[in-house]
Structures are given as C-alpha cells and as structure tokens.
C-alpha cells in the first residue's frame, strides 16, 4: 500500500495523476497527499468520494517555510510510516513571442520549476528515507531536451524550456548523492497535454491520457532508471510526425 505525495493538484495534470491513483484499490495506493496552494471544486469532488485517502495539504512551494509546514502536517498524518513517492509537478510557462531578448521572467520560472522541486525534496526526503518505494519524480517536459531543441524553435517560451533543463540537472544531483539509499529520482515528461498549462485542446493528448501513461512509467521505474530521463508510452502515438513521439524510450538529455 503505497503513500504519495504530489504538488500542484488544484488542476491539470497533477489532478489527473491524484484522481487516477485514487481509482487504483486502496490495497495498491493507500493515501495520496495532494498539495496546493488552494483547493478547487473538482478536487474537493475527489476528496469527498475518495473515504479519506485523498488528503488536501495547503502549502505554497514557492515559500520554503510553507514546506516545512506542510512536511508536519503530512508526518503527522503518517503516524510514523514513511512516504513512498514524490511528483513534484508545479510549474509555469511563460510566453516571450517576441525573442529571448525580450526574456523577463526567468527569475520566476526558476523560482517555480527549480527552487520549488528543490526545497521539496529535501524537506520531504527523511520521510522519504523510511518509506518503501523511495521514489521521486520530477515533472519535465522534452522542450528542456538540448537535444531536440532546434525542433522546438516554435514554442516561444524560453524561460520555460532553460529552466525545465536546469531541473533535469538538479535531478541527476539528487539522484548521484542518493542512490546509494536506494532511491530512484528521475525526471519525466508526461507529453504535450490538453491543460491550462499545456494550451488547451491544441496539445496532443488529454491530462487522463498523459496521467495514466506517466502513472505506468513510474509504477515500473526501479533502481535501474535512477537519473534518468523518461518517456511516456502511449498507444498510437509512437512513430508520430514531429519531436512528439510518446513511445516510452528516453528522450535525450
């Protein structure tokens, strides 16, 4: 019976992620932490018919101290058992249409898609250490791939894509410093989804698609995978046109 903890779950992917693990038999996936800086109507409905496995923890990832707040209350919660596994899936994507020149919000997209997966590992890592799984994934995406950068030369979103490559490091760091503790820190992009974040109905695939597809690749990461990067595997979409090719083979760094 496996304890999850996952940040940003008022909507979009990270919501998707909750509702699906919280359709899994509580014999499989015991409680799922969702972290938020506030609830919504559609996780409150989750919530409500979850019989107390899905729990709301407030908490602003962007304000190290919220952290530690929130580490207590979900410490408490666990009553001395250890956390299972991390996603760590707030972020942002700001839009800079007229060049990287005109570039003026890196520093906020470090502050949400690095510092934030930073502080929260490290203050959930010792509840981290006594869980079973130890399992920690970072919510990427292949426009932070150098690889594949010349392919993404029409998503205008600069600070997105550089900070998205800098979490992609900052999980290799974790990842060499821990392993010898027997966890598996990867980073994973879930694909192009129809999201807020993602633009709506123009991406490729529905947050259920991409959050069960993502729940699929970490329910089956081991030791093996550790700091690498994954892929989704998604049924007719893996020889697509185009960079977006979601045929669960690790996309380049």
Do not use: C
């Not at 919660?77 to 991390?86: H, P, Y």
């Amino acid at each position: 019976m496996a304890t999850y903890l996952i940040t940003g779950t008022s909507r979009g992917l990270g919501l998707a992620l909750a509702t699906h693990l919280a359709s899994l038999p509580s014999s499989q996936i015991s409680t799922i932490f969702t972290l938020a800086r506030k609830s919504s109507p559609a996780l409150e409905t989750l919530i409500e018919k979850s019989d107390g496995r899905v729990i709301l923890i407030e908490a602003d990832v962007t304000d190290e101290a919220s952290i530690k707040k929130a580490v207590g209350e979900v410490e408490t919660k666990l009553a001395g058992k250890g956390l299972d596994v991390l996603i760590n899936n707030v972020g942002m994507m700001g839009l800079t249409p007229d060049g990287i020149a005109a570039m003026d919000d890196l520093a906020d997209h470090f502050t949400v898609n690095v510092l934030s997966a930073h502080w929260t590992i490290r203050n959930f890592i010792p509840l981290l250490e006594k869980g079973t799984q130890k399992k920690i994934i970072n919510i990427s995406t292949t426009l932070g791939s150098f690889g594949l950068a010349s392919q993404y030369t029409w998503a205008t979103a600069p600070a997105y894509k550089i900070t998205k490559a800098a979490l992609n490091m900052l999980t290799v760091q974790y990842a060499n410093d821990y392993a010898e503790k027997g966890f598996t820190i990867v980073s994973l992009s879930p694909g192009w989804l129809q999201t807020d974040l993602g633009g709506g109905e123009r991406a490729d695939l529905a947050p259920e698609v991409g959050a069960k597809a993502s729940l699929d690749r970490i329910f089956s990461a081991t030791k093996e995978d550790n700091g690498q990067f994954l892929n989704i595997k998604v049924e007719g979409w893996e020889n697509a046109a185009g960079p977006n090719k979601y045929n669960g083979l690790n996309p380049p760094w």
